[in-house]
């Protein structure tokens, strides 16, 4: 019988604006050893809370959006995340509006999608940009990864 592990249930919400851009927080000092990365915008959900109830929560405190047309995308379940356990589920949605604003969580900004390589972001992110894209609209994916102690990623698998 395999160990019983508890999970972290967590959003990010792929914003795309009208020029194909993608929404990134620089992350802020505030978050330690993650300082300096780029990651969607989302979060914990809370006790009760619904996924797109938290995903329309987590970007506007953390970029001052409102976004809609929210759709579930993606479900990833990482394993050892800096010693974290998450079932992480990858939102899409699209906005309107150009304004962004700094939170404690980081910087907003809107970056190209082949400006990627360019920025500090974690492994699996590419992985789960590129299946997004790649899928036709209303359809959802399900994938593993897993991290080592240093934050690598080692293993990226898509469930079909």
């Known amino acids: 019988m395999s160990q ?7 959003t990010i919400c792929l914003v795309f604006n009208e020029k194909g ?13 993650l300082a300096g990365f780029y990651d969607p915008p ?3 959900i809370e006790l009760g809370e619904g ?14 959006l409102e976004i809609e047309k929210v ?11 800096f010693g974290k356990n998450l079932m992480l589920f990858v939102t899409t949605s699209q906005t309107k509006t150009v304004n962004l604003k ?3 969580e980081g910087e907003p900004m809107w970056i190209n999608l082949q400006d990627l390589d360019a920025i500090k972001i974690f492994d ?24 080592d102690k240093s934050g690598k ?7 079909v």
Do not use: C, Y
Not at 4 to 10: A, L, T, V
Not at 51 to 56: G, Q, Y
Not at 131 to 147: D, G, H, I, M
């Open 42 to 44: 989302g979060g914990h």
């Open 51 to 64: 996924i797109i109830a938290n995903t329309k929560r987590e970007v506007l405190e953390e970029t001052g």
């Open 4 to 10: 019983r592990h508890q999970i972290i249930p967590r």
């Open 102 to 104: 700094s939170s404690l």
């Open 124 to 147: 699996d992110l590419k992985a789960i940009i590129k299946q997004v894209k790649s899928l036709p609209q209303n359809t959802v994916f399900t994938a593993r990864s897993e991290f």
């Open 71 to 81: 759709a579930l995308r993606g479900v990833v379940h990482v394993a050892n995340f």
């Open 153 to 159: 990623m080692v293993r990226w698998e898509i469930e």
């Open 21 to 33: 851009q993608i929404l990134l927080l620089k992350f802020s000092r505030e978050k330690g050893k």
